[in-house]
């Protein structure tokens, strides 16, 4: 049985209760929650995962509680729990969804040690996974929605779980959270696209979440052989320019956007050191989707022959 299948009621009872089981692939996160309306956005995001029971282990339980105090009068806010603990301020009760996704994020990057994280998004394609390092506002997100619509799967919008011993990708599986204009870009682009609900005004702007494609669901235990390293960055009218970078240089911009390579010591070091002499490397500009996907077609088609 799909989240789908379960209905808002059955969703709900689960929060309630035992907890929403998630299998994101390298993590399982456990949610419970009292705040309505969140059953019914969780069940569009996560509507291709799997019904699993909430008992054994779990990497992370948390999830969302109706914030108490007299503000829920007037003004309505929920809290992110996580062990018992409150770690932000409360969020406005219509930005439930957002803030569970963040806080999830959150503590993904805290606790998950055991590989190597790269703030990066990565999909694959023909046995050839592109990983997309990237600062806010490059565009990394918009163009991974953008490639998962044009049939690579999914791995992750934003984390690169690399595993240590041999540099593999692992699925980190979660939606593709799009802000503002992406979210447009994305219906037009895709009309298809499995969006869920637009939340504006948050922190972070006007949000949405992409709903991971039921192919890249059904692999999210699939391990991908790194291939392509791309540094994308969105430029309105900008013209398509794809420029090789050399290894060191992007060695050292991927170690510098990770969430966990100092504490990991030699063994990122490494383990990073092979990903990136095993992969080819270049900057990509662009300003329009069609043409970076065409340009990132072609690289992924020239690696594919030579493997």
Same mark, same amino acid.
């Given at each position: ?20 089981? #998630? ?18 956005? #969780? ?111 999914? #791995? ?13 990708? #692992? ?137």
């Amino acid at each position: 049985m799909r989240v789908a299948e379960l209905g808002d009621a059955g969703i709900r009872a689960r929060l309630a209760g035992p907890g929403l089981a #998630l299998d994101f692939g390298f993590v399982r996160a456990r949610v419970r929650s009292d705040v309505r309306g969140l059953e019914a956005a #969780l069940g569009r995001v996560y509507a291709e995962f799997p019904v699993e029971e909430a008992d054994g282990f779990f990497d992370v339980t948390a999830g969302l509680v109706r914030a108490r105090g007299l503000r829920r009068f007037v003004r309505p806010q929920v809290d992110f729990f996580v062990d018992g603990e409150l770690p932000f301020e409360p969020f406005p009760a219509d930005t439930h969804l957002p803030l569970l996704e963040w806080g999830l994020n959150w503590c993904i990057a805290q606790r998950a040690h055991t590989h190597l994280l790269l703030h990066a998004g990565v999909v694959e394609r023909r046995g050839v996974a592109v990983v997309l390092p990237a600062l806010p506002g490059s565009g990394k997100s918009t163009l991974v929605a953008a490639l998962c619509a044009r049939g690579y799967r999914l #791995l992750s919008d934003e984390f690169g779980v690399v595993r240590l011993d041999d540099a593999m990708l #692992l699925p980190l599986l979660k939606p593709v959270a799009l802000k503002d204009a992406s979210i447009d870009v994305i219906r037009k682009f895709a009309p298809g696209s499995a969006l869920g609900p637009v939340f504006p005004k948050t922190r972070k702007g006007d949000v949405a979440h992409l709903a991971p494609p039921a192919a890249s669901t059904a692999r999210r235990h699939e391990p991908a052989a790194p291939a392509l390293v791309l540094f994308p960055q969105f430029g309105a009218g900008e013209p398509l320019a794809l420029e090789p970078m050399a290894k060191s240089r992007a060695f050292a911009k991927v170690s510098a956007n990770s969430f966990n390579y100092g504490p990991l010591g030699r063994r990122a070091f490494d383990a990073l050191g092979r990903l990136v002499a095993g992969c080819d490397v270049y900057r990509l500009t662009y300003g329009d989707l069609d043409a970076a996907i065409g340009a990132i077609d072609g690289l992924v088609g020239g690696r594919a022959q030579r493997q």
